[in-house]
């Protein structure tokens, strides 16, 4: 179909069924809390919701940060800032500095683990970070210190010189703390307490690795992806295990030079409702991209979370992120309630596309179908172009409906049925 005849066939369509019901798809935008500075997200699912745990830049010159954010969202596009729900200071042995956390969960609890300076204990060559845990009876909390003391500091044999950025996993049933920086990672599991450590301190060899792990589990495959290099770029690895071997694979995420450079570079990597997410940092909101009075051109201090797509190759290995501006596009959560029109006598018949947390719809045709007629439901797009056919003996299908203008015509043998839903 020429583009002209599709416009036509579109148009006859828009007239032809008249009420044209209408689904705005938004994006998130990016960064994503603006203009609040946000960094080092961690990032966990529970139930229909998807939570971002961050940090919170309040220096310009140095790390500063006190204090840890939780944000959530069903949809990717609407998100509730819950303010700060943790700081450093409320682990009673810590004198403060609250980098990189991470938040898993095992058996409906939720366990938020945090690097942060020691009062007093710091190792020779050392730098006096520890990490200890939180525990709340949900995600959102309130948490309060699981130990009342730490699980990793200086004296853990094997730690390394900067004890930071945790990540926790429970793999087949045990869970397993990573962490590294300055070029050193290790991993040691933990019992299922999940705040105590279950054997000794393991090295991990991993190319190019500098600091933040994060491992996430697709088709068998496990991904460990971390900052590189520093200024840093985010590469990743693959195993066989939760613990590897790993093989390098590449650079997903480049350096954060624009608009201005920011030296970190953390990423959580998540799944949400059918969709792969890479979550990260960048500068835009920092002075030095935003007042041209700043100091420096260097972003470090002063960090935004931001998101975009996550894809993979048919190979299964992931894709360069595109940093966007614009961020994701809305998970639908709403339902459209409608009315198919009788093709044949203009006669009018409920009908309803019913937003799933998998990002699709169902669609709940007139009737229910006693006599298992064969429907025949066709998507378009807005030019004519079948996108979607579905044949089937049901009433309630699953479709997709990305973003862009969709026309569904609907036939169940002896009556058709159209509608215009509009999917911007
Ligand atoms: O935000 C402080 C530190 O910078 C984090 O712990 C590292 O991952 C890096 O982002």
Not at 228 to 246: D, E, K, L, N, Q
Request: proline share 4%.
């Amino acid at each position: 179909m020429t583009k002209k005849y599709c416009y036509i066939f579109a148009f006859l369509l828009l007239t032809l069924f008249g009420d044209v019901i209408s689904v705005a798809a938004q994006t998130s935008g990016n960064p994503l809390f603006a203009p609040l500075l946000t960094a080092d997200a961690s990032a966990l699912v529970y139930r229909d919701t998807l939570y971002v745990f961050t940090g919170h830049d309040e220096g310009t010159t140095s790390f500063v940060m006190n204090s840890w954010y939780i944000f959530s969202t069903t949809d990717m596009v609407h998100w509730t800032n819950h303010g700060v729900k943790l700081r450093a200071r409320d682990f009673s042995w810590s004198s403060g500095q609250a980098f990189a956390g991470h938040v898993a969960e095992q058996n409906g609890k939720f366990y938020w683990y945090c690097p942060v300076l020691h009062k007093t204990i710091k190792g020779t060559g050392k730098e006096g970070f520890a990490i200890g845990v939180a525990v709340a009876n949900h995600p959102l909390g309130p948490y309060t210190d699981a130990i009342g003391s730490v699980l990793i500091t200086d004296n853990t044999p094997n730690c390394i010189t900067l004890n930071i950025d945790p990540f926790v996993t429970v793999d087949n049933g045990t869970p397993y703390l990573y962490w590294g920086s300055w070029n050193a990672c290790r991993y040691v599991k933990l019992k299922p307490s999940m705040i105590q450590l279950d054997g000794s301190v393991q090295t991990v060899t991993l190319q190019g690795f500098f600091e933040a792990p994060w491992i996430h589990k697709r088709n068998n495959t496990y991904y460990f992806s971390y900052a590189s290099g520093y200024p840093s770029t985010t590469a990743y690895s693959t195993g066989p295990s939760i613990t590897g071997p790993w093989t390098y694979k590449g650079v997903i995420n480049d350096k954060i030079e624009t608009p201005v450079i920011s030296e970190t570079n953390h990423q959580a990597i998540i799944e949400f409702k059918g969709n792969w997410y890479f979550i990260y940092h960048n500068t835009a909101l920092s002075k030095a991209a935003t007042d041209n009075t700043a100091a420096t051109n260097n972003g470090t201090y002063e960090r935004s979370v931001c998101i975009d797509k996550l894809e993979y190759n048919g190979d299964g290995s992931i894709k360069k992120v595109v940093r966007t501006t614009t961020g994701v596009p809305i998970i639908p959560t709403t339902s459209v309630q409608a009315n198919l029109i009788n093709y044949h006598n203009n006669a009018k018949q409920p009908f309803s596309l019913q937003a799933l947390t998998n990002g699709k719809y169902a669609i709940k045709l007139p009737g229910n179908n006693s006599n298992n007629n064969t429907l025949k439901i066709s998507v378009y797009s807005i030019n004519g172009v079948l996108l979607e056919k579905i044949v089937t003996t049901t009433n309630n299908h699953e479709v997709s409906l990305p973003s862009g203008t969709h026309i569904l015509c609907v036939s169940d043998g002896t009556v058709r049925y159209s509608q215009c839903v509009n999917f911007f």
